[in-house]
């Protein structure tokens, strides 16, 4: 079992996280628990997640059902940043019927394995000659926009936690997987979440996303880097309410 956090009450909201991050990446929406129930899960690898196999998306997503099938929760709403955004594709791919809507932040739908190869060989580079510490910190400068920000930088620095058993597997872990035609086929209410200063998933992702899914709306924020939650909490918190009232509406 991953471990996760189940906190709140109301429409159940499954947040996933990226890469390197656990629980703590999404603690400012937190506050969303007034008005929902909050299903917070660390992926395989991550975290104090205890699976140290099968590291890879195929699996995050079975975790991930498995999780909401011991909670006897039939549907949710699924919000994935980044390597979570693809994890979310994955869920709703494999198990449309457990998705109610998709709120898909600073992600892509596809990583090419070059290219990924080429992320992964500098990775392995940095490591023989630095520490994790160093990673943590390089990691967390290249996601934010400004990490002069100091309540902000805190709150980047807690997400992270780079695990050495499994973190070059994570990092791996969505290589080769495309999305794209998956895309025309998403029809629950989806929300797409950009950042214009995102140095990790260049901003036209986001536009691409909402042209080939046709139920999505698009927020772009400006002066935010890759994650828009810690970095623009408020916003993104409203974003995530506006969306679901929204749903709400629709089916009642």
């Not at 000659?129 to 934010?144: D, H, T, V």
Request: charged letters at 25%; a positive charge.
């Amino acid at each position: 079992m991953l471990n996760y956090l189940d906190v709140g009450k109301g429409e159940e909201i499954v947040f996933i996280h990226g890469l390197g991050n656990r629980i703590q990446a999404w603690a400012p929406q937190l506050e969303l628990t007034t008005q929902y129930r909050l299903i917070i899960i660390e992926l395989r690898g991550h975290g104090d997640s205890p699976e140290k196999e099968n590291i890879n998306v195929e699996f995050f997503a079975k975790d991930i059902i498995e999780v909401l099938d011991y909670l006897n929760i039939e549907k949710a709403h699924f919000v994935g940043l980044s390597l979570g955004g693809i994890v979310a594709l994955e869920i709703c791919k494999r198990f449309k019927k457990r998705v109610k809507s998709l709120i898909l932040c600073n992600t892509t739908y596809y990583i090419p394995t070059l290219l990924g190869n080429i992320t992964l060989e500098k990775t392995k580079r940095f490591l023989k000659k630095s520490s994790l510490e160093q990673l943590n910190e390089r990691l967390i400068k290249k996601c934010l926009y400004n990490p002069e920000e100091q309540k902000v930088y805190e709150l980047a620095k807690n997400a992270f936690h780079i695990r050495k058993d499994t973190y070059l597997q994570s990092v791996q872990s969505a290589f080769g997987r495309n999305y794209f035609y998956d895309l025309l086929t998403i029809n629950v209410p989806t929300l797409i979440i950009g950042s214009l200063e995102d140095k990790v998933v260049p901003i036209q992702n986001a536009y691409l996303m909402h042209y080939m899914i046709k139920s999505s709306n698009l927020i772009i924020f400006e002066n935010t880097g890759h994650l828009s939650n810690i970095e623009r909490p408020e916003l993104f918190n409203l974003a995530i309410a506006q969306h679901i009232k929204q749903f709400q509406n629709k089916v009642s």
